[in-house]
């Protein structure tokens, strides 16, 4: 098995700017998931996604992310205006039905100037 | 809403050592399922071990075994003869939602150091 995989790896960019980021699954989970990760704290969850069915979105998830898993495969998560709040590591898992355990890509880290 | 704490903001221990990592939780629910994560300073996160509200035995993974205590509502990490390798942050968290949803909540994690 290849794991979760996340492009980019990391990303700078100016206040305002619109930024996508790319997570790959395992190839036979069906379950997406999106965290961010500030520093000194555990994940926190976004959003998830069965298929190519978005299910869940946390209330941290504001107007400007927007998420997508056309056909069920690879996911992207857009972030638009980015603000300097919005640095964070964006960490993606994956998970197989009927089993429990969600594995992590090695996330993308994003630095908001 | 469930809540995962874990106290020990850093941990010390001396290669080929034992350490315990604690990890205390907080739900309603009578079926729940505890996760533990290593993440390395290259920041993946990597499943550990997993221990299900219902089994009734510890969950062992190689090195890793769960310390669970339901009616204390803990889920102690132990790591037998410790490396260097094992020197990374740690998080306890607990799945919430339907069985089909799943999302993890974490607690804010424990930074172990193995020293030689």
């Known amino acids: 098995d290849t794991g979760v995989s996340q492009d980019p790896r990391h990303k700078i960019t100016k206040r305002g700017q619109n930024v996508t980021f790319r997570c790959d699954p395992i190839?036979?989970?069906?379950?997406l998931y999106w965290y961010r990760q500030t520093l000194g704290q555990g994940p926190e969850f976004l959003t998830y996604?069965?298929?190519?069915?978005?299910?869940?979105k946390s209330r941290l998830l504001s107007d400007r992310f927007s998420a997508e898993r056309p056909k069920g495969s690879f996911s992207t998560l857009e972030i638009q205006r980015t603000e300097q709040g919005d640095s964070a590591m964006y960490l993606c898992a994956s998970r197989r039905d009927s089993y429990n355990e969600q594995f992590f890509g090695p996330g993308t880290r994003l630095t908001v100037l | 809403a469930q809540k995962i704490t874990q106290t020990q903001p850093g941990m010390f221990v001396q290669e080929k050592e034992a350490v315990t990592l604690d990890c205390t939780y907080d739900?309603?629910?009578?079926?729940?399922?505890l996760f533990w994560y290593k993440q390395p300073s290259s920041g993946e996160m990597i499943f550990l071990i997993y221990?299900?509200?219902?089994?009734?035995q510890n969950a062992t993974e190689g090195r890793y075994s769960l310390n669970f205590q339901k009616a204390r509502k803990s889920a102690n990490l132990v790591i037998s003869a410790s490396q260097l390798g094992d020197s990374a942050m740690y998080f306890c968290?607990?799945?919430?939602?339907?069985?089909?949803?799943?999302?993890?909540?974490f607690g804010t994690g424990t930074r172990l150091l193995v020293s030689p």
């Open positions: 221990q299900g509200s219902y089994d009734e």
């Open positions: 190839s036979e989970h069906n379950r």
């Open positions: 996604f069965q298929n190519e069915a978005q299910l869940e």
């Open positions: 739900t309603s629910d009578q079926s729940y399922g």
């Open positions: 968290a607990m799945r919430e939602g339907q069985r089909g949803f799943q999302k993890l909540v």
